[in-house]
């Protein structure tokens, strides 16, 4: 095949020059080949291919040294789906209806994926993949499927989709760069890839490479593109870009531990998103300052009973004390009618997105709420904290969320149990009614965190996991700007602090301009924290023009001005 370029969406920076790898896993041809048995026959098949499928995992986690946290952690919740009652009772079901042991795998598969790829939280959501990933080694070992193995050196893998134990098992040495179809910057093969710094695209058409095994293979992430067959003078301009990378990375990791001061002298705070206090390690790593944002669904989400206040106050201690002092900002419960819990019973709902969850239930389940709220005061004492209340769009929910805070802190008064006084008490603005309000809600709050990514949706009216209408899910739309601004000068006008922990604080690009609209803190994957310390330290925190960004009418315009910052060299 002659020079093709393929192009996609960069989720891991880096720039790469390798051979083409194709991936893909023929089933069809195996489940054709499958011969079925009788009812009994089938469940014994499958219950001996998942416990095939478990010995498997448990040998990837034996060679724990080689694992990085991330990748015990995402290995771990694959060990839990093939424990997971429910997943496994809906395959029996279907066997014992007298549907193949193939099939019924693959139907609960669709079943889970579907309810989780409606969610509404994007790393919730993108758990969809790892219910594929868990069902496909079941599948695997029931149908005597070789394990995949990668041979050779300097390769870019092309696949539609490569499962997180796979990618756990790629050396940094033999792999170059990633290409996929699937996936988005919060999967699981994602984050281990970023992980392991491969320089990884997705949303590529890669069929366009299923012929070409053993191609060169250009990646730039800068660029979103791979270019496959490169002629010469290509190759070699290619190589000179892939050493000023390397300088530019080992700079930037140098530096990662310096504070972000703009070049007039103002100071920033860059934290990390973590999804558990392991990842802590690598966020002081990469120059991150404490935590923006902590999840604390899966507390619940993996629990057949609600969590104890003792078993919380467990894990909020140990991510405060991992973090050395700085604040940690811990989310409280966000979950709603789409996202299947097994300690709450929930209807499903015609529209999750609109329906009950986040802090609609916790007001309505007053008890559970203030179980957490005591969890996270106690484990005040351990650190510096922020509570952060998530969905909200009225005064009334923050008068009531509040008031359960100070009755929370009253209680544990009285039953002497000692905690920080000065635990921060703040909420996500991440709807328009909260952009619209955010100067009332300022009044009761001791800081907003704007949550990008909803607040993109909300604004837009667009379902950010339909391919259809992604094109409208763009944080630098003037409407999604406007809002942004609305929300931070709200936030100065009444002297509390704003934070950003969606997308879009992860973007160097959008750096100036967050830095010129007055944030003082953007919250990150630890990954791109040095890129958007870098972007603070070599800008001036009025570089941007305010006025002029607000007065554009497209995101293009507003992008084409942040990258003419870049261009004169301010960045």
């Known amino acids: 095949m002659g020079r093709t370029v393929l192009k996609g969406t960069p989720v891991c920076n ?5 051979v083409v790898r194709y991936l893909d896993i023929d089933y ?12 009994d026959g089938e469940l014994a098949r499958f219950v001996l291919a998942l416990k095939n499928a478990k010995a498997d995992l448990d040998g990837i986690l034996s060679e724990g040294e080689k694992l990085s946290s991330e ?39 669709t079943d889970f994926k579907n309810m989780f790829a409606n969610m509404d939280d994007e790393y919730l959501r993108d ?18 499927m070789p394990e995949t193995k990668i041979e050779g050196e300097n390769l870019v893998l092309v696949a539609k989709d490569i499962e997180p134990a796979l990618m756990a098992g790629f050396s940094e040495n033999q792999i170059k760069a990633i290409v996929l179809e699937n996936g988005s910057k919060t999967s699981h093969s994602v984050i281990i890839a970023k992980s392991k710094g491969f320089a990884t695209l997705v949303g590529v058409d890669v069929s366009k490479a299923s012929e070409c095994n053993g191609c060169t293979a250009l990646v730039d992430t800068r660029e979103g593109s791979v270019v496959i067959s490169p002629d010469k003078d290509e190759e070699e301009a290619f190589k000179k870009k892939c050493e000023e990378y390397k300088k530019e990375a080992g700079y930037l990791a140098e530096k990662a531990g310096d504070p972000a001061v703009s070049l007039d002298g103002k100071r920033f705070k860059v934290a990390a998103n973590v ?23 899966f507390l619940f989400m993996d629990s057949d009973t609600l969590p104890s206040e003792e078993k919380q106050v467990k894990a909020y201690r140990d991510l405060l004390e991992k973090a050395g002092g700085n604040l940690c900002i811990i989310r409280t419960l966000d979950i709603g009618g789409d996202k299947k819990c097994k300690c709450l019973d929930l209807m499903p709902e015609e529209n999750p997105f609109l329906g009950y969850r986040a802090i609609r239930i916790c007001l309505d389940k007053k008890d559970m709420f203030k179980t957490q ?33 100070e009755e929370a802190k009253n209680e544990l008064k009285s039953e002497g149990v000692s905690f920080d006084e000065e635990v921060l008490f703040g909420i ?50 003037p409407a999604v700007v406007r809002a942004i601004y609305t929300i931070a000068k709200a936030a100065k006008g009444a002297g509390i602090m704003v934070g950003m922990c969606g997308e879009m604080a992860g973007d160097a690009l959008a750096a100036p301009l967050l830095m010129a609209m007055g944030l003082d803190e953007l919250s990150m994957s630890p990954s791109v924290a040095p890129e958007v310390k870098e972007a603070i330290r070599t800008h001036r925190s009025d570089d941007a023009d305010i006025e002029k960004v607000l007065a554009f009418e497209t995101g293009k315009e507003v992008r084409e001005y942040l990258e003419g910052l870049l261009n004169k060299g301010t960045c």
């Not at 771990?76 to 014992?96: N, Q």
């Not at 993949?129 to 695997?140: F, P, Q, S, W, Y």
């Not at 998530?390 to 009334?396: A, L, N, R, Y």
């Not at 709050?445 to 409208?472: C, E, K, P, W």
């Open 275 to 297: 999804a558990s206090p392991d990842e802590m390690g690598k966020a002081v790593d990469m120059g991150c300052e404490g935590v923006g944002l902590y999840r604390t669904e």
């Open 14 to 18: 880096g720039v790469a020059m390798g």
């Open 428 to 477: 996500m603005t991440e709807t328009p009614a909260s952009v619209m309000m955010a100067g009332d809600f300022a009044k009761y709050v001791d800081f907003f965190s704007i949550g990008t990514n909803d607040l993109v949706q909300y604004t837009m009216a667009v379902d950010r996991g339909n391919g259809l209408v992604a094109y409208l899910y763009d944080y630098f739309d």
């Open 71 to 109: 990748e015990e952690d995402i290995i771990d919740m694959h060990l839990m789906l093939l424990d997971d009652v429910g997943f496994i009772e809906a395959i029996k079901r279907r066997i014992k209806e007298g549907i193949g042991s193939p099939a019924s795998i693959q139907k609960a598969v």
């Open 127 to 144: 758990r969809a993949n790892d219910v594929v990933d868990v069902g496909n080694r079941v599948l695997r070992k029931l149908l005597g």
């Open 373 to 405: 709220l005591r969890a996270l005061i106690k484990a005040s004492a351990y650190g510096k904290l922020g509570i952060m209340i998530p969905m909200i769009d009225t005064v009334t929910e923050i008068k009531e969320a509040r008031a359960l805070f």
């Open 28 to 39: 069809d041809s195996f489940i054709k080949d499958y011969v079925p048995t009788d009812k």
